[in-house]
């Protein structure tokens, strides 16, 4: 298994959808990982934090599978400036972390 | 106020010339890091430093040398620059190494590489 998979995207979704990506992970050691949101041509953002089993801030839900090694990104009533390229981000080992390869979402009005 | 500025944002060269980003960070951080995102838009830690010491070093070729005069700054230089260098360099601070819970990374604007 790679460091981080992603769902490969494009997801393309209606406005006031909701849509879900996972992340799959290889260390199992891992502790804390992160989404970040990246607009084209723009920097990575950090979206949310996620350690123990999850983390919800208004439209947005990450949860934590340890046993299954992925988090996944939920996003409810999808707005058209949540449209990105979302990147899960993971422990490796020791100090170092991979950012996954991103998936794209592309809401539509 | 720019909390992770870099420069160049852009950066068009010649193959086979040297050239440097600059990285500067105001927000106190220990930690600094660059990254390369090609144009498959995956993005790869290169290095990071701690307090100005090299803390990860991952498989890049040593045409590549970071130097980091201070824990607000860390600059890349790239010798003999390759048609395979081309993409958008980010440079990132967090208050700390490692990932663990609130370490979240602030990235610089990013500057784009294109060797011709």
């Known amino acids: 298994r790679k460091e981080v998979e992603q769902d490969p995207g494009p997801f393309n979704v209606p406005e006031g959808a909701t849509v879900a990506f996972n992340c799959t992970y290889s260390n199992s050691a891992s502790q804390s990982f992160f989404w970040y949101r990246q607009d084209c041509r723009k920097e990575p953002k950090l979206l949310m934090s996620v350690y123990s089993s999850g983390n919800e801030d208004g439209r947005f839900t990450a949860q934590l599978n340890r046993a299954s090694q992925y988090i996944s990104l939920l996003i409810r009533d999808s707005k058209l400036s949540d449209s990105a390229t979302y990147l899960c981000?993971?422990?490796?080992?020791?100090?170092?972390?991979?950012f996954g390869p991103g998936t794209r979402l592309s809401v539509l009005p | 106020d720019t909390a992770v500025s870099q420069t160049p944002k852009y950066l068009v060269t010649q193959m086979g010339n040297d050239k440097s980003i600059k990285c500067e960070q105001n927000l106190g951080h220990d930690t600094m890091y660059w990254y390369k995102q090609d144009s498959k838009k995956f993005l790869k830690i290169m290095f990071s430093y701690n307090n100005k010491e090299l803390i990860i070093n991952e498989t890049v070729p040593n045409r590549f040398s970071p130097k980091s005069p201070d824990k607000a700054h860390l600059n890349l230089h790239i010798n003999s620059l390759e048609l395979g260098d081309s993409a958008v360099y980010f440079c990132?601070?967090?208050?700390?190494?490692?990932?663990?819970?609130?370490?979240?990374?602030?990235f610089g604007p990013g500057t784009r590489l294109t060797v011709l």
């Open positions: 981000v993971a422990p490796y080992y020791g100090q170092n972390f991979v």
């Open positions: 990132a601070s967090s208050q700390r190494a490692g990932l663990a819970g609130g370490n979240e990374q602030f």
